[in-house]
C-alpha cells in the first residue's frame, strides 16, 4: 500500500433492509482516498454517496448494514479495519469526529439542540485534545470566525435553533474543522450557503489540504466546485462507481455514457453562454425494483444486448476506469 493513502475502500456493499425489500443502496464500490488530495463524488440523488459517507464513518441508519467488503483507514497507528470497529465502541469513538470527520447535508444530524453551538465544539475539542480552558475558549472563537460567523464570543454561547440554516451549517463545519482531521468527509457542504461563504470555506479546507495534509471526500452535485477543488473524481449511479479518474481523466476524457450525460446535463464553467444543456432522458430507476445488469442500460443511448449482464470495471489507463461493456465502441464513434 502506498503511503500517500488515507483510506481505502474495497468492494464495499451497504444494503437496506425494510419490509422485507432490499436496496442494493452501495453495491460494490472500490476507491482511495489520498493525503492532501480532494476526491470528489458525483451522481444524481439517490445514487448512493450519503450511504457510502454514513458507511466510512460507521453512521448508517438502522436497517442498513455493511454486507461486504473493507473499509481501511491508514492511520500513523498502522491500519485500522474500520469496518470491523463496533460502531459505538471505544476505537470507533476516538476515530471519528477527530481523525475522521464530516460535515453532513443536515446540520441537525451533527449539531445537538439542547446545548451551546461552543460547548458542543469545546466538547470535541475535550475528547480529542489536551488544550487547555483558555486555549479551547480561544479555538471555539476562532474557528467561528473562520466560517464568517459575526460576533463569534457572543455567538460561540447561543444554541442551533438561534442560528440560521446558514450558521448551522457552518458551525457544523466548524466543529468538524476542530480536531484537524485526517480524513475530511463532506456531503454538499455548502448547498445552503451564499458563494462568498462558499467561497470561505472551500479556502478553509484548501488549508486542511496543505497544513496538515488532510485528505478530502468531496461530495457534490456542483461540476464548476469539481473543475475547481478535485484532484480525483468518482461517478456514481445506482450504487456503484461507473467511471473513475483524474479531474482531466473525468472531466475532459469522459467515457461512461452516463458521465457524458450528466456532464452535458450542467452548465460548466467556461465551457461559455453557448453551451447545449440535455437533461438526461428517463428518470433513475426504483431502487427496490432495479434493472438487471448495467444499472445505466434502460437510459443510455448505446446499450447493447452485452449491458443485460453487470458490467466489470476496467482500466482504461492507470488513472482512470470505467463499468461499461462498450466505452470503446462509443470512443471510436467521436
Ligand atoms: N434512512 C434510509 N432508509 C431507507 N433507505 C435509505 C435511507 N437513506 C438512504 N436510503 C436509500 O439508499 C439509496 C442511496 O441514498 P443516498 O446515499 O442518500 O443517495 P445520495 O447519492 O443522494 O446521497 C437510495 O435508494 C435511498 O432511497
Ligand atoms: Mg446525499
Not at 489520498?34 to 459517507?53: D, F, M, N, R, W
Not at 454486507?67 to 469513538?93: A, F, N, T
Request: charged share 25%; with cysteine; glycine share 6%.
Amino acid at each position: 500500500m502506498a503511503n500517500d493513502v488515507a483510506l481505502s475502500v474495497k468492494d464495499l456493499k451497504t444494503f437496506f433492509y425494510t419490509e422485507r425489500r432490499l436496496n442494493r443502496a452501495v453495491n460494490g464500490v472500490s476507491f482511495e482516498i489520498k493525503k492532501g488530495k480532494t476526491l470528489c463524488i458525483v451522481g444524481e440523488s439517490g445514487c448512493g454517496k450519503s450511504v457510502t459517507a454514513s458507511t466510512i464513518m460507521q453512521l448508517l441508519p438502522t436497517l442498513s448494514r455493511i454486507e461486504e467488503g473493507e473499509i481501511v483507514y491508514h492511520s500513523d497507528r498502522g491500519d485500522i479495519r474500520i469496518d470491523q470497529l463496533e460502531r459505538d465502541g471505544k476505537q470507533m469513538r476516538a476515530i471519528r469526529g477527530s481523525e475522521i470527520a464530516m460535515i453532513f447535508q443536515d446540520p441537525m444530524t451533527a449539531l445537538n439542540p439542547v446545548y451551546t453551538i461552543g460547548f458542543q465544539i469545546g466538547e470535541s475539542l475535550t475528547y480529542h485534545t489536551d488544550l487547555s480552558r483558555s486555549q479551547k475558549r480561544a479555538r471555539i472563537v476562532e474557528l467561528l470566525k473562520n466560517m464568517g460567523i459575526p460576533l463569534p464570543e457572543k455567538r460561540a454561547g447561543e444554541f442551533p435553533h438561534n442560528y440560521s440554516g446558514g450558521m448551522r451549517q457552518r458551525a457544523m463545519i466548524a466543529m468538524a474543522m476542530s480536531c484537524n482531521p485526517k480524513i475530511l468527509i463532506a456531503d454538499e457542504p455548502t448547498t445552503a450557503l451564499d458563494v462568498t461563504i462558499q467561497a470561505q470555506i472551500f479556502e478553509l479546507m484548501d488549508t486542511l489540504k496543505r497544513e496538515h495534509d488532510t485528505a478530502i471526500m468531496l461530495i457534490t452535485h456542483d461540476m464548476g466546485v469539481v473543475a475547481e477543488l478535485a484532484d480525483e473524481v468518482a461517478v456514481m449511479y445506482m450504487g456503484n462507481i461507473v467511471e473513475a479518474g483524474t479531474v482531466d481523466d473525468v472531466l475532459r476524457r469522459p467515457r461512461h455514457p452516463y458521465t457524458r450525460a450528466l456532464l452535458d446535463s450542467i452548465p460548466v464553467l467556461g465551457r461559455g453562454k453557448n453551451q447545449k444543456i440535455q437533461s438526461i432522458r428517463g428518470s433513475t430507476p426504483d431502487p427496490y425494483d432495479r434493472p438487471v445488469g448495467c444499472q445505466f442500460a434502460p437510459r443510455c443511448d448505446y446499450a447493447t444486448d452485452a449491458c443485460k449482464a453487470m458490467p466489470d470495471e476496467e482500466n482504461i489507463s492507470d488513472t482512470h476506469r470505467i463499468m461499461c461493456w462498450n466505452y470503446e465502441e462509443i470512443a471510436a464513434r467521436d
